[in-house]
């Protein structure tokens, strides 16, 4: 079937009948959309809309990753042939699932940016549809946890980096990578005591009450304790899950802007994302992919499996819990 199938399908992104199906497209080919999703701004009876959001303005060090989302999609080219490798089920059989495309902003507007991202995101929510976005750089997720936190109160967060991003020198105007969590947790979007941190490597004076899992604890204690400490945390309320790409280690993932050693292997990722299986996962995104200095392509590849692995957390959790 997949080889006839590849035969006739191009375009998916353009050509898909249906939001379900795996996909038998030639991965080198054809329009990219994640995961081979039919473009659509359509959400009647979507369950899920991957998004993309190329913003990079608000970074410490080397930018780029507003070229993020569209390395991810095309990463995401080889993905969709197979269900996804260690789960029992399959989302893309099971939930509608489009790519809603990126969002629209003005560049040169960037005070107007997060009201922007968060409308969007809104918007999708009300319609019944859970989001992955694709970065942009980790303020991104800030306006995103805004809407989140309208709907769902606050939130429980589950949050891979190399960096707390609880940096306190703000005055909650600026549009800062390095701040979004401390204005998160400020503003009662995210509860701390029900959120962890996990693969963090550089120094924090406050963590503002935000259980830490260091990278170090997961190489010595491994990802299978990592994963149930952050069940335990996280309980059975809404969870959104952040996952900067710099929480793994540069020879992973040297496509971003602040890399950091002795970080996370992609191995251990991977186990701790299938094993979070059951947590009630509402949404996620995936950033600061940046593949200006991706050399290998490898940062967009685990990006792309990040994504996917959200993917299968929500349908988990929408179907299975
Ligand atoms: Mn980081
Ligand atoms: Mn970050």
Not at 25 to 44: H, I, M, P, V
Not at 83 to 97: C, Y
Not at 248 to 269: E, M, N
Request: hydrophobic letters at 40%; aromatic letters at 10%; one cysteine or more.
């Amino acid at each position: 079937m997949a080889l006839e199938d590849a035969k006739s399908q191009v375009d998916l992104a353009f050509t898909a009948r249906s939001n379900r199906g795996l996909a038998f497209e030639n991965a080198f080919g054809g329009a990219t959309s994640f995961l081979r999703r039919r473009y659509s701004k359509d959400l009647a009876g979507v369950d899920l809309a991957i998004t993309g959001v190329p913003f990079d303005q608000a970074v410490t060090h080397r930018p780029g990753t507003r070229f993020g989302p569209r390395a991810i999609r095309e990463a995401s080219s080889l993905q969709p042939y197979d269900p996804p490798h260690g789960w029992p089920t399959n989302p893309l059989e099971e939930l509608d699932i489009v790519d809603y495309g990126d969002l629209a902003f003005d560049y040169a507007m960037t005070p107007a940016f997060p009201q922007m991202l968060t409308d969007h995101i809104a918007g999708i929510l009300a319609a019944g549809a859970g989001t992955v976005t694709l970065g942009g750089d980790h303020f991104i997720t800030l306006p995103i946890l805004r809407a989140y936190a309208a709907k769902y109160g606050p939130l429980g967060v589950i949050h891979f980096d190399a960096h707390s991003d609880l940096w306190v020198d703000d005055d909650f105007t600026r549009i800062d990578h390095g701040t979004f969590m401390y204005k998160a947790v400020k503003q009662g979007l995210v509860d701390p005591a029900r959120s962890v941190q996990i693969g963090i490597r550089t120094t924090t004076e406050d963590y503002l009450g935000f259980n830490v899992i260091t990278a170090r604890e997961v190489h010595e204690k491994g990802p299978a304790w990592a994963t149930a400490t952050a069940r335990d945390i996280v309980g059975d309320r809404p969870t959104y899950l952040t996952f900067d790409i710099d929480a793994l280690d540069p020879a992973f993932a040297p496509g971003t802007g602040t890399p950091v050693w002795g970080g996370l292997h992609s191995w251990q990722a991977a186990a701790m994302l299938r094993d979070l299986a059951g947590i009630n996962l509402v949404g996620g995104d995936v950033v600061e992919v940046s593949p200006p200095y991706d050399t290998t392509g490898a940062t967009a590849i685990a990006g792309a499996h990040v994504a996917y692995e959200l993917i299968c957390l929500y349908h988990w959790a929408r179907t299975q819990r």
